[in-house]
Every structure is written in C-alpha cells, then in structure tokens.
C-alpha cells in the first residue's frame, strides 16, 4: 500500500499521518521530519537544508529526491509507505514515479486534503510540536491536555521557526501552484481522493479511512 498525503502546509497531513501509520502499519515518510533531523548535524549539508527550511523555501529537488529514495529502500517500506509532504513537485511526483517503476508497485491512492489560505494561516499560526516525539498540537483546535505539554510524553511543546508570519507566506505562495500541478496529475491518472480538509479533525479522518478502505485495502 503506497500512499501520498498531498496538501498545502497547515492542510493537517502531520496530524492524519498519525493515526493512519498507526492503523495500516505503515511507515511514516515525512520529508519535512527528515530534513529537520537532517538540519541539526554539522555539515556544510545540514546548514543549506537549516537555511532553506527557516526561510521557508523548498529544499532542491535534487537532494530530496535522494534522501526519499533511500528511505523507501530500507526494509520497512518493502509493504507499502505513508508519503507525507513528499511529492511537493511535477520532478519530485515524476521521480516517485520511476521508484515506483522500478519496484513494481503502483500508487494505491493520494489523499489530497484541500483548505482555504485563511484556513491554513489560522492553523498554522497557532501550531504547536512535540521537540520529544513529534506530536502536533494547535492551541485552540487541538490543545494539549495540559498547556505547553505534550500529552504523549511530557515535553514542553514548541512552535516552529517557520511558522512565523513571514516564512509562512514563502512557504503557501512556494507550495501553491506546486500543489495544483499535483493534483492535476494525480487527477489525470485516477489515483487523487479529494477531501474537505477544513472540517474537524474527526470528520477528516473518517473520510480518509473510508477513501482508503474503499480501495479494498
Ligand atoms: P509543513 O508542515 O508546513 O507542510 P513540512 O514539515 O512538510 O512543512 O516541511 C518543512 C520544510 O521542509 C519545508 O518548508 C521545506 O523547506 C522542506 N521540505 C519538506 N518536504 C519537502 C519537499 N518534498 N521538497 C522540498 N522541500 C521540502
Ligand atoms: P501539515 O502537516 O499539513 O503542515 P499539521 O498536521 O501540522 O499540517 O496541522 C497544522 C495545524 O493545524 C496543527 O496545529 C494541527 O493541530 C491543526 N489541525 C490539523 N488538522 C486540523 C483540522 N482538521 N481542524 C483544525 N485544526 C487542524
Ligand atoms: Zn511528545
């Protein structure tokens, strides 16, 4: 089962990831947590990826081809993966398609998880992450139990450096046309489920498990 969660930020890919990984036992393939983890080593490397994520811009091509296509060779995601932020391009969503190729396994479905620009600007400005274990919370739409604390494992909850204003604005008018293109794609080849990604958290998730149990996965 080879699944892409597309989405613009803020769209709630992190936050359906979570429980989708964790009911169809898939590996969770987040572009975004591998370059965050990436940007915290020495290297000349790790300092581009730490430039181009707190400014909000996309990481090249190039490289996030690379690290995707290491990830899906290691051996958990011989059964099938859960993409999330990843393909974000028409060169990237064209790359996956040779992975694909070459292992033999078709795209068994991407969710696209459709919501307004004020949408996402709300709920990114009031994101807040797990630094201990990754949970996503937001402080009106999904608070902790106990303020500034995760519920899972009790660390002092962080925002995100580009969650501010500035490199947010980067990040949604970078991801826009991208996003269309996607979906465009996608469409064409009879794999894209799109969902009203701007209701309550539940009721996104039901509509995805339903799309991807009507695959007969
Ligand atoms: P968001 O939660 O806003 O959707 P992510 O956590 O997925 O953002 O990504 C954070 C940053 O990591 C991006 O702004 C970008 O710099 C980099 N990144 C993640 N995925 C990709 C990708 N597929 N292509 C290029 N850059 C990426
Ligand atoms: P993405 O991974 O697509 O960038 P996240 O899953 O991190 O998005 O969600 C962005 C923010 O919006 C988080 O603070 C999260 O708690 C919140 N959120 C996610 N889904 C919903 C939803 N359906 N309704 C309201 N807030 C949501
Ligand atoms: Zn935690």
Redesign the pocket.
């Known amino acids: 089962m080879q699944v892409i969660l597309l989405?613009?930020?803020?769209?709630?890919?992190?936050?359906?990831a979570a429980w989708i990984v964790e009911d169809f036992g898939l590996p969770h393939i987040s572009t975004?947590d591998m370059f965050r983890a990436a940007a915290k080593g020495e290297s000349q490397v790790s300092g581009e990826i730490r430039s181009y994520i707190e400014g909000g811009l996309l990481v090249p091509d190039e490289l996030t081809i690379r690290i995707v296509r290491d990830r899906i060779a290691q051996d958990d995601a011989k059964e099938g993966f859960l993409l999330?932020?990843f393909p974000r391009t028409r060169p990237q969503a064209q790359a996956l398609d040779n992975m694909l190729a070459e292992v033999g396994r078709p795209l068994s479905r991407v969710i696209y998880?459709e919501v307004g620009r004020e949408e996402l600007l709300r709920?990114?400005g009031?994101?807040?992450v797990c630094p201990g274990c990754g949970a996503?919370?937001?402080a009106v739409?999904?608070p902790p139990r106990s303020a500034g604390v995760c519920n899972e494992c009790g660390t002092a909850l962080q925002q995100r450096a580009d969650d501010r204003p500035d490199a947010v604005r980067v990040r949604l008018e970078q991801n826009w046309d991208n996003t269309q293109s996607l979906v465009a794609f996608y469409e064409a080849r009879g794999v894209l489920t799109r969902l009203a990604?701007?209701?309550?958290?539940d009721r996104?998730r039901r509509a995805i498990r339903a799309a991807l149990r009507g695959d007969g996965q």
């Open positions: 989405g613009l930020p803020g769209a709630g890919k992190g936050t359906q975004g999330d932020g998880l709920r990114l009031g994101r807040w996503t919370y937001h739409f999904q990604g701007d209701q309550p958290i996104v």
